[in-house]
């Protein structure tokens, strides 16, 4: 059965660390891999998309690297802000059906100042 | 642009009442999307439309029914509501998969409440 993980389930840090988020995923045949930021009470925003063949990618503060071998994605995040208290989904699609995406439950981060 | 909007932004419904979730999109995508969250869960995807005049079933469509008459709106129906489907329901858009425009843009969501 084709599944995401995410860890940990929740993550409290003071404001200006740093802090990494995993992703664990058996959906195969693999396309690509995104994280979405979710605001409480708003829908997901896009942050990356990794296909099979990049290992890494940045969006300002955001860092998020894929392993294809080993199923494994993180997103890493560089000086946080009290803004980037929100949960992170990863996704995962697979490439045999164009609309087989497959939603992790989240890391629901807090940063405290 | 205003991107994807939802109405309403809340409702509560009483168990048998029916109602339409509405989905309007106006950045011309081809591809639409409804899914449902629930509380600890990842999204789950309940219809989706890769253009007007089709639809197609996702992974949880049972009690739920759609229509994509244009390319801009994509109504969720729910017929006969049952607390299962107390939930929060996100319509998303995108263009046609592969490629860097593969990125969906997500509605503010409608919460729901069956009782």
């Known amino acids: 059965k084709n599944q995401v993980e995410q860890s940990p389930q929740s993550l409290i840090i003071l404001e200006g660390k740093n802090c990494t988020l995993q992703c664990n995923y058996t959906v195969s045949p693999f396309s690509n891999l995104r994280w979405y930021k979710q605001d409480t009470g708003r829908g997901p925003v896009s942050l990356t998309i990794?296909?099979?063949?990049?290992n890494t990618k940045s969006n300002g503060r955001y860092t998020a690297t894929l392993d294809a071998d080993t199923k494994q994605s993180s997103l890493h995040i560089t000086a946080s802000q009290l803004s980037d208290s929100a949960s992170y989904i990863c996704v995962v699609s697979a490439s045999n059906n164009n609309n087989d995406m497959r939603f992790g439950a989240g890391t629901r981060l807090t940063v405290k100042p | 642009n205003a991107g994807v909007t939802q109405t309403p932004k809340f409702r509560i419904l009483k168990i048998g009442q029916s109602m339409t979730l509405q989905c309007t999109q106006d950045?011309?995508?081809?591809?639409m999307y409804w899914y449902r969250q629930d509380p600890g869960m990842g999204l789950k995807l309940i219809y989706y439309?890769?253009?007007?005049?089709?639809?197609d079933k996702g992974e949880v469509p049972n009690g739920y029914n759609v229509s994509r008459s244009t390319t801009e709106d994509f109504p969720l129906r729910l017929e006969l509501a049952a607390p299962s489907q107390t939930s929060v329901y996100f319509c998303a858009s995108s263009y046609p998969r592969g490629g860097p425009q593969e990125t969906q843009y997500f509605g503010p969501g409608t919460r729901l409440l069956v009782l």
């Open positions: 439309s890769v253009g007007a005049g089709i639809t």
């Open positions: 990794m296909t099979f063949s990049e």
């Open positions: 950045m011309n995508h081809n591809y």
